[in-house]
């Protein structure tokens, strides 16, 4: 095939705003080649120059060496930038960073119309783009009352209006729920299928990857690993060496295999029927009888947050956002909110420090000493919030200070926390957070996307709230960034600090939380653990989830042990690949 992208010797490094002096470089001799047409995938670690990559074949960056070439154009001069630009649409991680219309079918607009697109052709356009993203209802709608999986819906919207020749998406289905995150996937699937639109995503997401036909690795600034996803993924070493790892269905084969002591091979992982009879062929093959995993139940503690009968509208009850919850949430406890986009679950958790406050029914927080704090009188608000510390989905929105460390500060300041005490307290929540020494003396805005939300996560710890909400903690990190994260929250929580994390992956929510709640539609449709609630698909989808892709998984290899064992007694699923991989050997070992 052609060459539809073509990168050859490109070194790039960015410069210091106020001296012009270059950074180190984030693109360090990296050449590439993307046949026209095909739909290829950009992985590895946060800070290794995936998105600068993105950013220079859009000629929204120029290298500082280096050619890069786009369906035959040069990037030479000003006139071949707007030949490229013209066929190449790029859709941001962040959409407010490029959402620019006030009303939803506005913004749609804006893209085609700039390409000189008149009526009746742009109308059609907008409404086709809309339909396909499931935002046509809500095309009257104003932009900045979207959800955040809707805004990021919003901003693919808008580019597929403009009717690419190549599409580069940077983590554009990180804010998405799995439903409409598959949903948009099989569109660019078709769209690379039907229309020959050359597809490069950058992505953290190796399910995601794993649809792909290419996948390039780069590290530091370098393409480290090429190949198709079973040639990448049969080499689970060398992606943990470049801080990736599995597809969570490969990972669970994968630790099969190691209880049989077989290493896995491209062939073994070709397509899904090939993953199944290698974890079951491995699973007979196994003779060691692996431990049983260990679970850890929490035990019971006292209620500390209560959200009774709250109903909320953003239009003066002509629709709810939210309709009669009710939700207890206990001391030490980690709590999954769980649902699709524009559900209500950010409406929900902005009215459990106040940010928003009922308009139905009430939000309480109960003190050690018996005081009952209620988010419906405004002299509870200022104790509430201290207690009920909020990070938000864009961790970007809560930055503000010259300095990292100035910004922890910023909660005790306001509080009039002696001045001699601060220092002590910004350390120790920068450690918490996971943030090194050297971080706390620079600007907020040079951090890392990993950085930015855990110098956002200080900032709420330095005021040591009792309950800790995250607003998709782990979304935009690389898989490292997201084990760390959610070992700062396992800590957390052991700590007796209660965590209410809203997700939208569910293999995280299965794997972390020890309880999850379900919205649907505004409404409570389910709360109990990940093993009621993702005990069988037809369970998940009545409550409007799809199973977590571990479980999803482990259910088939089940149903194949079944049919070669009547007998046999398989436990509920564990949320670790190497612990439901050892139930399943464990179980074949006892059935034979």
């Known amino acids: 095939m052609a060459s539809g992208i073509s990168v050859k010797h490109i070194c790039f490094a960015y410069k210091n705003d106020d001296t012009g002096e270059a950074f180190p470089k984030a693109l360090d001799d990296i050449s590439l080649d993307v046949d026209i047409g095909s739909y290829c995938a950009v992985l590895g670690p946060n800070g290794s120059g995936k998105s600068t990559l993105a950013k220079l074949i859009d000629v929204l960056e120029l290298p500082d060496e280096g050619e890069i070439c786009v369906l035959g154009i040069t990037a030479s001069d000003e006139e071949s930038y707007y030949d490229i630009r013209q066929r190449c649409a790029y859709v941001f991680q962040n959409p407010d960073n490029q959402i620019v219309g006030t009303i939803v079918e506005e913004d749609v607009a804006f893209g085609p119309e700039n390409l000189g697109i008149q009526l009746p052709e742009l109308r059609e356009r907008v409404d086709e783009a809309l339909r396909y993203v499931g935002l046509y209802d809500l095309r009257k709608r104003e932009a900045a009352s979207l959800s955040g999986g809707q805004k990021q819906k919003l901003a693919i919207a808008g580019a597929l209006a403009m009717r690419p020749k190549v599409l580069i998406l940077d983590e554009s289905t990180a804010m998405l729920d799995p439903v409409s995150r598959d949903e948009f996937l099989d569109l660019v699937e078709k769209m690379n299928r039907e229309k020959g639109i050359t597809v490069l995503t950058i992505t953290h997401d190796m399910n995601e990857a794993a649809r792909c036909e290419r996948i390039f690795v780069i590290e530091k600034g370098k393409v480290t690993m090429t190949g198709t996803p079973p040639e990448i993924f049969s080499h689970p070493d060398k992606l ?330 398989l436990m509920p699923p564990y949320p670790v690949p190497s612990q439901e991989a050892a139930s399943i050997v464990r179980s074949v070992l006892d059935a034979e």
């Open 240 to 569: 943990n060496m470049a801080g990736l790892e599995l597809p969570q269905d490969i990972s669970l084969v994968n630790e099969i295999s190691k209880l049989a002591d077989k290493t896995l091979t491209e062939e073994d992982i070709r397509d899904e029927e090939a993953r199944l009879n290698t974890a079951v062929r491995y699973a007979r093959l196994a003779t060691s009888r692996p431990e049983e995993p260990q679970v850890v139940i929490p035990e019971a503690r006292r209620k500390l947050l209560e959200v009774s009968d709250l109903s909320y509208s953003y239009d003066n009850g002509r629709t709810y956002a939210l309709e009669h919850i009710n939700l207890s949430v206990y001391e030490g406890e980690i709590l999954a909110i769980v649902g699709k986009s524009g559900c209500g679950k950010t409406t929900l958790i902005s009215h459990l420090n106040g940010i928003v406050r009922p308009q139905q029914g009430q939000v309480v927080l109960y003190g050690k000493d018996g005081e009952v704090l209620s988010t419906s009188r405004k002299k509870d608000l200022a104790r509430i919030r201290q207690s009920v510390g909020l990070v938000f989905q864009y961790p970007e929105y809560q930055l503000f200070e010259e300095t990292v460390e100035k910004d922890i500060a910023y909660g005790l300041i306001k509080l009039q926390t002696p001045e001699e005490n601060r220092p002590a307290r910004v350390k120790a929540a920068a450690i918490i957070a996971g943030l090194t020494e050297d971080v706390l003396t620079k600007s907020p805005f040079e951090l890392s996307g990993g950085q930015k939300r855990r110098a956002a996560l200080a900032g709420v710890l330095v005021m040591k709230p009792s309950v800790l909400v995250l607003d998709e903690p782990a979304a935009g990190l690389d898989p490292i960034g997201r084990i760390e994260m959610f070992m700062t929250i396992l800590a957390l929580r052991d700590a007796g600090t209660t965590v209410i994390i809203v997700s939208h992956n569910m293999d995280e929510a299965a794997r972390y939380a020890d309880r999850i709640f379900c919205i649907k539609d505004g409404r409570e449709v389910g709360t109990g653990t990940a093993s009621e609630l993702f005990k069988d698909e037809e369970t998940a989808g009545a409550l409007g989830l799809s199973m977590p892709i571990l479980y999803d998984f482990s259910a088939k290899i089940k149903t194949r042990l079944k049919k070669e064992y009547p007998g046999i007694k």
